[in-house]
Structures are given as structure tokens and as C-alpha cells.
């Protein structure tokens, strides 16, 4: 059971972290009030992480920025390894 509702959050947040890109990519060229980029990483470190490197990619929003160009691929990396970690273990 735990591990569905695992699998259920990681989904909605890389959801969630996709559209969110998305959207501060639509705002930034609208000139709109944008999210802040600590909030953007956060979303990432969270378990958003997949969501967060497909909007960069999606949306070609944040790519130039050297904290999101190697911080979400490391991001994505430290999640993965502990995940990996955490499977050896149980």
C-alpha cells in the first residue's frame, strides 16, 4: 500500500511540476508575476524532479541557468541513487 501511494504522489508531483514550468514560462514572455525559483527548485527536490527536467526541456524555460542546467540532473541523480539505496535496504 505504501508504495502505491508512493507512486501516486511522484506522479502528481512531476505533474504538477511540469504545468508549473509551463506556466512560468507563459508568464515570463507575458510579462506576468513569475514563480520564484526557489520554488521551482523545491518542486524538484520534493520529487518533482522528472517533471522539472522535462519542462526545461519542453518548454526551453531555465536551460541558460547554470543552478537548473546541473541542478536538476543532480537532483534527479541524489533521488535516484537513494531510491536505489532504499531498495537494497528493504
Excluded: C
Amino acid at each position: 500500500m505504501a508504495v502505491k501511494i508512493l507512486l501516486i504522489y511522484l506522479i502528481v508531483i512531476n505533474i504538477l511540476t511540469f504545468l508549473d514550468f509551463g506556466l512560468d514560462k507563459y508568464k515570463a514572455k507575458h510579462g506576468k508575476w513569475r514563480t520564484p525559483e526557489a520554488s521551482l527548485l523545491m518542486m524538484a527536490v520534493v520529487g518533482g524532479s522528472i517533471g522539472a527536467w522535462m519542462g526545461m526541456n519542453t518548454f526551453h524555460h531555465k536551460t541558460k541557468h547554470l543552478k537548473f542546467k546541473y541542478g536538476i540532473p543532480a537532483i534527479m541523480i541524489l533521488q535516484l541513487a537513494f531510491l536505489i539505496w532504499m531498495r537494497t535496504r528493504y
